[in-house]
């Protein structure tokens, strides 16, 4: 990693001028930002006021010797690298502020070639860590459960569920129809929990066989079975520590219901062709688009397996059950594939963005993602508008559209698609003005003018 030195800045210390002066010449000399203190007092005041990026103390200074500065420095500053310098007779004091955090140390009289080297290793290493850092910061803000978006009160419930089980352990079976977002409320699960620094693994349960979904779970040996040609350990101990996702567990075979049931209970598993079995420690997090108490009457799903699973359940509703959120994942969906695919389209027009909300989405969120990826990917202007959408969706809509008699009054035509545009959108005020092109303050006029107040959906939660 290449850092550029005239960015860095280093805080030299010690309380003797000659080699204060050397330091400053060295780093200088190869584009550092060198600030310079005469004792340790000095320094805690320049740090607190100067961001540095590395510290370089002597050890033996009056008043607050080195290593009662290093203490201090980890205390307010823990991941600051310090470097310590030392005359001869001081290696065990040296060695003393290793154990305390020191990067390092250099013996007096210092050269530019050893000064250099580990300035250099420990600005890459700091840097390294910090890039390091922010990746894992990204990588758990993509996974937060208010980024997975939705402000209907379907979709605030299940916030407020996943926030009350941050901290929790517990196994958790999340049921929704396909495209509803059951992997992403996983892994929030996930990253809300103790174990958000282990491993998330996840598995289809049903696009496996039983033979190879076993192998996949638990592992098997070498030799254990045609095909296999080296032990495996599978995703239970891959994932040991961590959170296991099994998706689609309704479509395992009874067998396997039966070792996945021992699985979770006893905390251990037997590999494929082994005798012994292996302790796991692992959180469960199950999926499944079907009805388990409908497989369970039917037989096809064990109900010790279901109440092992069950402890918490999540359900997620459909799309066309929360269409309050298609405006806002439409133009979430539309920002990220504008960007990933650097096109300069901007908006989803009016029209557009009616047949969106008008569509039922029986492929859920999916469905509607994929709808964006397309159009941003067809359209050539700056806004998404109908002939950039799936041709079905088209015909679906325009099927569902108010009809009128010829010489009905304007009155009852603006009348009824006013309601139509209310009960669409689930009694949203701003979706609804939006699809009509009129303001909010409009839209209240129109409401009462119409009468519409006791008509319309979810009045009490959409209108006040």
Same mark, same amino acid.
């Given at each position: ?33 060198? @600030? ?7 320094a ?11 510290? *370089?103390s ?8 080195g290593?009662a500065f ?24 040296a ?39 922010? @990746?894992r ?54 990253f ?5 620094? !282990?491993?998330?693994?996840a598995?289809?349960?049903?696009? @496996?066989t039983?033979? @190879? ?34 998706d ?8 396997m219901?039966v ?55 999540v ?20 920002? *990220? ?17 009616? +047949? ?6 029986p ?21 998404? !508008? ?23 009054s ?12 209310? !009960? ?6 701003a979706?609804?003005?939006?699809? +009509?092109?009129i303001?909010? !303050?409009?839209?209240y ?20």
């Amino acid at each position: 990693m290449k850092v550029d030195p005239k960015k860095i800045k280093i805080l030299a210390v010690d309380d003797d001028a000659v080699a204060r002066e050397l330091l400053q010449t060295i780093l200088g000399s190869h584009g550092y930002q060198v @600030l310079t203190a005469t004792g340790g007092k000095e320094a805690l005041g320049i740090l607190q006021a100067v961001p540095v990026d590395l510290v *370089m103390s002597d050890l033996v200074m009056p008043g607050m010797d080195g290593l009662a500065f290093l203490k201090a420095v980890r205390a307010s500053l823990p991941g600051l690298p310090v470097i310590i310098t030392t005359a001869h007779g001081s290696i065990d004091s040296a060695v003393e502020a290793i154990k305390i955090g020191a990067y390092a140390y250099l013996t007096k009289p210092v050269t530019t070639e050893r000064v250099m080297h580990l300035v250099k290793q420990a600005i890459e290493e700091q840097h390294l860590r910090q890039e390091n850092l922010y @990746l894992r910061r990204q990588l758990e803000e993509r996974h937060r459960f208010d980024n997975i978006l939705g402000k209907s009160p379907r979709m605030q419930e299940i916030y407020r569920l996943i926030a009350d089980l941050e901290g929790s352990e517990a196994t958790v079976l999340i049921q929704g129809k396909t495209g509803t977002g059951k992997e992403l409320i996983a892994r929030a699960l996930h990253f809300h929990s103790p174990r958000k620094d !282990r491993p998330f693994l996840a598995v289809n349960c049903g696009g @496996l066989t039983e033979t @190879l979904l076993e192998s996949e779970l638990f592992g098997h040996l070498r030799g254990s079975f045609t095909g296999a040609i080296a032990t495996k350990r599978g995703l239970f101990k891959e994932a040991d520590g961590g959170t296991l996702f099994l998706d689609e567990i309704s479509e395992t075979s009874p067998g396997m219901q039966v070792k996945l049931l021992r699985a979770i209970q006893e905390g251990e598993v037997k590999p494929v062709g082994g005798e012994q079995s292996i302790n796991v420690d692992v959180r469960i997090v199950a999926a499944t688009n079907q009805d388990l108490t409908q497989a369970m009457a039917a037989g096809r799903f064990r109900p010790d397996l279901y109440y092992r699973l069950n402890v918490i359940g999540v359900h997620l509703p459909e799309l066309k059950e929360r269409r309050e959120d298609i405006l806002l994942l439409a133009e979430h969906f539309l920002e *990220m594939y504008r960007k990933r695919l650097k096109r300069d389209v901007r908006e989803i027009a009016p029209e557009a963005l009616a +047949l969106l909300m008008d569509y039922d989405w029986p492929g859920n969120v999916r469905e509607l993602e994929n709808c964006i990826e397309r159009a941003v990917v067809l359209v050539r202007g700056e806004a998404i !508008r109908p002939e950039h959408l799936p041709g079905n969706l088209r015909q679906l809509t325009s099927e569902r559209s108010l009809t009128f008699a010829v010489g009905t009054s304007m009155e009852v035509i603006e009348r009824q698609a006013l309601l139509a545009t209310m !009960r669409e959108v689930n009694g949203n005020k701003a979706a609804a003005s939006r699809l +009509l092109g009129i303001s909010q !303050r409009t839209l209240y006029r129109k409401i009462k003018a119409y009468g519409l107040n006791n008509v319309l959906p979810d009045k009490k939660s959409s209108l006040n």
